[in-house]
């Protein structure tokens, strides 16, 4: 029987100083150096530190962190002075650096796509366009130039943008509405989404009819919200449901104006006719035209069979 042992790459474990390690750039720092994960800076203090950081050695007494971030950050907050590594040497061949890196870190499309981004930025630099795609199979994606283009697209968006979408608070789909607006534009929006705590389809539908009016009537987005956008920050939670209710109904008017107007003539026919139960009208998809579609329901077949001469009488 043959033992099939996997392929050691050049590292070996050790126990560093906390201050001879450090983010590789202001990029990372900016992203990890507030952000602390509650839970995991508890077990921390619990239990120490369980998992090694992946650190790459720059000199005898300087290592730059590859992975783990937000582990390192919680660290750093938990008062331990000696942290265990695994030191990856300054002459590794970079394909093999950033391949660690993203199946320590980032080797799902879950992962911050903003770290996905800043790595693939950095491997572009470095490795051929062959090897630069292998990246993205790695990290759960199809190996295609339009997706590499897309995620290290995100780098250029404004900062609060960039952070929202690191820390998981706006959805990576709205990258591309975003890169369309100004980097005021794009701050108001986040700062909206953040403080009414959007998600979901709501979130989409503020960002894809706000860009939709910034294009159309070549108007700020500030000018379009400042109605609901948070004092100093804050909103009253109490009444966040229904100011979101009524920023979208305003901005759906605005988009579809045509649209608005015939759902509100429908509705206003359906209070007036007052269906009885078992009665349902409906209007066209989208109020595409003025058709209407009415709905019988009937307890059984019996029930039907009864009713059914009676009701071919009214379509002729």
């Known amino acids: 029987m043959t ?3 996997p392929k050691q790459t050049a590292y070996h474990f050790q126990m560093i100083d906390l201050q001879s390690v450090d983010f590789q750039d202001d990029v990372l720092r900016s992203l990890h150096d507030e952000a602390i994960d509650p839970l995991m800076f508890r077990n921390l203090k619990k239990f120490g530190q369980l998992h090694p950081l992946l ?6 007494n300087l290592y730059h962190l ?8 919680a660290i750093k907050k938990s008062g331990i002075k000696k942290i ?9 061949l970079p394909d093999t650096l950033f391949s660690l890196q993203i199946l320590h870190d980032l080797s799902s499309p879950q992962s911050s796509p903003i770290l996905q981004a800043h790595l693939l930025s950095k491997a572009e630099l470095a490795l051929p366009e062959d090897d630069l795609l292998s990246l993205l199979s790695l990290m759960g994606y199809k190996p295609q130039r339009y997706k590499l283009k897309e995620l290290t697209g995100l780098l ?10 690191h820390r998981g608070s706006l959805s990576q789909k709205l990258g591309k509405h975003l890169a369309l607006l100004s980097h005021d534009d794009q701050r108001h929006l986040v700062n909206l989404i953040n403080a009414y705590r959007l998600g979901g389809s709501k979130q989409h539908k503020l960002v894809e009819m706000v860009t939709e009016l910034v294009l159309r009537d070549n108007k700020p987005a500030q000018e379009i919200i400042n109605k609901w956008l948070p ?12 100011r979101i209710y009524g920023l979208l109904q305003c901005l759906n008017e605005k988009c579809s104006p045509g649209k608005s107007g015939a759902e509100k003539k429908f509705k206003k026919l359906v209070q007036e006719l007052q269906p009885p139960d078992g009665i349902t009208i409906e209007h066209s998809l989208s109020f595409e035209d003025e058709q209407l579609d009415v709905r019988l329901r009937f307890a059984d077949a019996a029930t039907l069979r009864e009713k ?9």
């Open 55 to 60: 650190v790459q050695q720059q000199t005898e």
């Open 66 to 73: 590859v992975a783990g971030y937000t582990y390192f950050a």
């Open 3 to 5: 033992d099939f042992l």
């Open 231 to 242: 004092v100093d920050g804050t909103t009253n939670s109490e009444n966040s449901p229904q």
């Open 156 to 165: 250029q968006l404004e900062p609060t943008a960039i952070l929202a979408l």
């Open 84 to 92: 265990a590594c695994q030191v990856l040497p300054h002459s590794i």
């Open 308 to 316: 059914w001469a009676e009701i071919k009488t009214f379509t002729q």
